[in-house]
């Protein structure tokens, strides 16, 4: 039977909007050519986290701040829908500033305060009691109460059980490789030799999505952003740390996870030894202990970025086809909000005010079709 929405792409945003979709009562399709979170989506680090991520107030800014205060309520319905436990914690986040290093950490601590977010100057003698393993050659500290951070590894289980359970129909292993047109709209996807019907399609495909759009003319519409990681070992810090250089994530299991880099290199993962190098010794410099810790794991993954860095999410121009892509280094934190604006925008057959700014028209239009 004809599904009324195919999603093509089982990472965080297509998993998370099969979800609501399916709870909302539509008959969810979800296509995923390797496994559901096999790519950014267990590759991130899991910080939700926008205070310490956007450079301005604005309109992306503001989505991200709605996205985290929907994630206390998100976890906790996965963990009812799934018996996966996706281990939100709240500690908040300590950016810390290193004398040599360039930071533009009052400046944003004065606009956030001024948006009236909680934001607090640490001196640096409350920083070592707060974070005692920080180098004491820090200067002082801006502490984000309220932002998290989750397992993401586990949250793409959780997602991976709740939406089977919800009734979504999920086909690993077999990848999309056209979009179907029938008389000047969309009607589903061609996958190798079948023709798959659907009354929409989402593309969700994460970095891949671009290439979904070429046969459109639209050409490099998400752009891979490789982001290198590793974990190590240890108990030494309790909140997330930011540098200007590095971020170290504590994890509930004894990992500390180190990242990112971020490189243009096409599609290309993998772990280079000047990558591993920059993170290990930023790191280092901010928790000198880490020097001593195993390391455990390291690995890479594609984030989705755009020409602007924002993301593309709502109608494309073409009838019934939508995308929810190019969340770059925000994809798990805007989950929730993406899922739900994107639920309203498919169930009133038109994009919502608050994915106005988002939307594929702001790079390019695609052409009128000919069937
Ligand atoms: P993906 O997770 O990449 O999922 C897309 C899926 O589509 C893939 O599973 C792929 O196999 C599938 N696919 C592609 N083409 C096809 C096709 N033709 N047919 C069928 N399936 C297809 N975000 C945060 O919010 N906080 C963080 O701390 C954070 N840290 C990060 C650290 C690193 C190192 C990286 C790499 C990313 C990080 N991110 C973070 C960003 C976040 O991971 C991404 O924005 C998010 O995962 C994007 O989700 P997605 O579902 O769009 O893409
Ligand atoms: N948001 C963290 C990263 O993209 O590396």
Redesign the pocket.
Known sequence: MKSDVLI???????CALALKLAEAGCKVLL????R??????????????PQTESLQPDEFFNLCIKSRALYKNFVAHLKEASDIDAQLREEGTLFVSLPHLQDHADEWAQWQLEAGLRVERIPAEELERLEPAVTKQATRAIFMADDLQVE?RLLMLALAVAIRRAGVTVIEG????EVLLDHQQVAGVVCGSAKIYAGAVVI??????G??LEKFGVEAITIPA????IAVQSAAIRHVLHSSQVYLVPRNDGRLLI??TVEYSGFEKGNTAKGIRALLDAAIELVPEVADAEIVETW?????DTPDHWPIIGESGIANLWL??G????????APITAELMMQSLLLNRTVDQLQPFGLHRFATLPALHS
């Open positions: 093509v792409g089982g990472g965080v945003i297509g296509m995923e050519r390797g559901l979170g096999c790519e950014a989506s267990s590759a991130a680090a899991g910080m939700l986290s993401n077999e990848a999309v490789t969700a495909a994460g970095s891949w999505s290439a979904l490789r982001g290198q990681m990242g990112a890479s993954g594609l984030r989705p929810a892509t969340h770059f280094r925000n994809g798990i934190l805007l």
